[in-house]
């Protein structure tokens, strides 16, 4: 759908020990007029692994930003460089990843993570290292309001903000508009991680505030290959759908076995599901089966043309997938937030960081995915989602929300 040329952009190599790298930091171009005061941004994304369609996109996306900031020489004074640290979508890794952007001197904040169970322990170690750390894809409440979002909503770290919505909406998006199709009765599966869990929980809640019926619920994990006895026991509930919280490395076989095995019904997921990969795993049991994401499609949105011109234009060897766009607003609130903290400085120290942190408040442009700004919890205040729907092999948009 977003294929590009295999010609790679030719950016060069900043030599130095960089662990869990898949691909090492990168320089980005030197900007006109010079300067020799260097700062580095990060990436902590699932580089390698199951997951990797999406991480090389927010990779590409986050590479885009720095060397597009470099080259306008928006920061004057400073050049940018990239350091992509790859976590295979695991908690402790990431936690590893963490550290080695934390113990460079010259890391002034970080983009990532996609999965909120490795932001759970990434976090941590930014937050004590003073840096910023925006997400271009975690979708879990707690990350921003605390354990006790729902009750007693309380933000639990200074350093933390995304760009994109959360499951408190995308999780009621989804069950109201399976309740608008007729469909009012389901089986739920998740993953059991933090993301397919939640979102499951908050679909469940809003899918029976309005009228909906949950005949069961089951779980798989994200090393399962066989879903013969979740599928087995789901049919014999004779469900209208089956809602999975979860990603595409197990959604794509599920939906194949849902109708291989005589369930042919729509599967529904959310964000996790919401790639290319996800067709091809499912085959032609996609077909008619959902999936939600944040924001509006990158492909037709007017306020994403110019990223999209300008990630073609760079020939990346990925498609910049469902969260480049998002990626590349992340690393541009980093840079106008740093505009502000490096102004007057001649090197980053612990005050630098510290002032990114503060100035990211203030963040307000209009990026790839529109309005960009955050509110006193660190949230997006631009809440819009998608309900897309597989037909004839593509995603394609069903329903475009504001909240």
């Known amino acids: ?192 991680k933090t993301y397919g869990a939640g979102l499951v929980g908050t679909f469940t809640t809003e899918f029976k505030a309005k009228g909906g019926t949950l005949l069961g619920h089951d779980t798989i994990t994200d090393t399962d290959t066989d879903f013969s006895a979740v599928i087995t026991k789901a049919k014999a509930l004779n469900p209208q759908a089956i809602y999975y919280g979860g990603e595409y490395p197990q959604a794509g076989p599920l939906s194949s076995q849902m109708h291989a095995k005589g369930l042919a019904v729509p599967l529904m997921g959310g964000d996790g599901i919401f790639d290319p990969k996800f067709i091809q795993l499912a085959g032609a049991g996609a077909e008619g089966d959902f999936a939600t994401s944040v924001g509006a499609d990158t492909a037709t949105s007017t306020s994403a043309q110019a990223f999209v011109a300008a990630y073609k234009a760079a020939n990346y060897p990925d498609a910049y997938s469902a969260y480049g766009a998002y990626a590349y607003d992340a690393a541009n609130a980093i840079i106008n937030a740093a505009k502000v903290a490096l102004a007057g400085k001649t090197a980053v120290d612990d005050s630098v960081r510290q002032a990114v942190i503060a100035a990211m408040a203030s963040v307000s442009f209009t990026g790839a995915t529109g309005a960009v700004a955050f509110d006193a919890n660190g949230d997006t205040t631009n809440k819009v989602l998608t309900v897309y729907g597989v037909v004839s092999g593509a995603w394609a948009t069903k329903l475009t929300k504001a909240f």
């Open 1 to 192: 759908m977003r294929n590009h040329s295999v010609v790679k952009l030719a950016i060069p190599l900043v030599i130095g020990a960089i662990a869990l790298s898949a691909c090492g930091s990168k320089s980005s171009p030197t900007p006109s007029g010079g300067g020799n005061a260097t700062a580095t941004i990060g990436l902590i994304a699932p580089i390698t692994g199951s997951l990797s369609a999406v991480g090389l996109g927010m990779e590409h996306s986050v590479d885009l930003a720095i060397n597009e900031a470099n080259a306008a020489n928006t920061i004057p004074g400073w050049t940018l460089k990239f350091s992509p640290q790859d976590d295979t979508a695991d908690p402790t890794v990431g936690q590893q990843a963490a550290s080695t952007l934390a113990s460079d001197t010259t890391t002034i904040g970080v983009v990532g993570t996609l999965n909120s169970s490795v932001a759970l322990t990434v976090v941590p170690v930014l937050e004590q290292a003073n840096l910023t750390m925006v997400s271009p894809a975690n979708t879990n409440p707690t990350l921003s309001l605390g354990t006790d979002w729902l009750t007693a909503p309380a933000r639990p770290h200074k350093n933390y903000f995304r760009v994109c919505a959360t499951d408190a909406i995308q999780g009621p998006f989804a069950a109201d508009y399976l309740i608008s199709q007729g469909i009012t009765k389901v089986v739920t599966i998740d993953d059991q």
